[in-house]
């Protein structure tokens, strides 16, 4: 997730996805320090490699707000996708997503690591409860210790112009397991919109949409940062969910938009997508 600034005004945007899961709009990443076969191999994974740059960790940032290993892109070079669609903005999930039991429900733990003010503890709360009042077949419980998802702090700063304000590491794996969790900006600019229970549900419940295999719902334009620009190939991980609005405005209300309406709830077509998927 990433925040703009323009001349006396600031635009917030959330990137779920996997980053800054959400961010603010004109968040331009710079390419050019990517090497060919870095952008081949981002490409391949079906990823818009000029919407992506490479961290000082050696991971890249892809669509503002995903953060993936080398291991991660491999992992997605090749997959055939099914139910494919390349010209509409339907919700979109992942190749790779949770696996599930033969019957009965998987519990996902979450914890929240450290150091946050206690209205995070608040919002987190409020996102597992809203996932888990969709009775799915996946649930999510808090611990305090382990987790398949950890939720961590750190100053992710700014990109593009944006302020950051949430960074997941990856999508699902292909063993079919969550990904490892992700971390909420402790810079000021992140702190400073993250500011209630309600904004801290908004971007945790996009980051976790990540962890559990969702794009963005207007990866095709980014429309919600009034952008128009495609965040990926259309190819390799981005699979249409079946019963989802053909098009989307940058109004469209839903949890997975990349950037946010400063709205947690889910709408109608984001329980759609979560209960077509889980």
Not at 156 to 177: H, K, M, R, V, W
Request: charged residues 10%; proline residues 3%; aromatic residues 8%.
């Amino acid at each position: 997730m990433k925040q703009i600034f323009y001349s006396a005004s600031l635009a917030l945007l959330l990137a779920g996805s996997i980053s800054s899961c959400k961010k603010a709009p004109a968040d331009d990443v710079n390419a050019n320090a990517l090497t060919q076969s870095e952008k081949n191999l981002i490409a391949s994974a079906g990823f818009n490699a000029n919407w992506a740059e490479k961290t000082a960790e050696g991971s890249y940032l892809i669509e503002g707000d995903i953060l993936l290993s080398t291991a991660q892109l491999q992992e997605l070079v090749g997959v055939t996708p099914h139910e494919l669609i390349v010209a509409n903005e339907e919700h979109f999930r992942t190749t790779n997503v949770v696996s599930l039991p033969a019957t009965g429900q998987r519990t996902i733990t979450v914890r929240l690591g450290s150091g946050f003010p206690s209205y995070y503890s608040t919002g987190l709360d409020q996102a597992l409860a809203r996932y888990n009042n969709l009775n799915l077949r996946i649930r999510f419980q808090r611990v305090t210790t382990g987790g398949n998802i950890v939720i961590s702090g750190a100053n992710l700063g700014t990109t593009g112009g944006g302020c950051i304000l949430g960074q997941a590491s990856g999508f699902p794996t292909a063993s079919g397991n969550p990904s490892s969790g992700f971390t909420l900006s402790t810079s000021s600019c992140a702190v400073a919109y993250l500011n209630t229970a309600n904004k801290a549900d908004e971007v945790m419940a996009h980051e976790i949409g990540h962890c559990i295999g969702f794009r963005h719902t207007d990866y095709m334009n980014r429309s919600s940062c009034g952008q128009n620009s495609n965040e990926g190939s259309a190819g390799v991980g981005a699979i249409q969910i079946p019963g989802t609005p053909g098009t989307v405005t940058g109004t469209y209300n839903s949890w997975m938009m990349a950037c946010t309406n400063n709205n947690p709830a889910f709408s109608a077509a984001d329980g759609t997508a979560l209960n077509y998927v889980y």
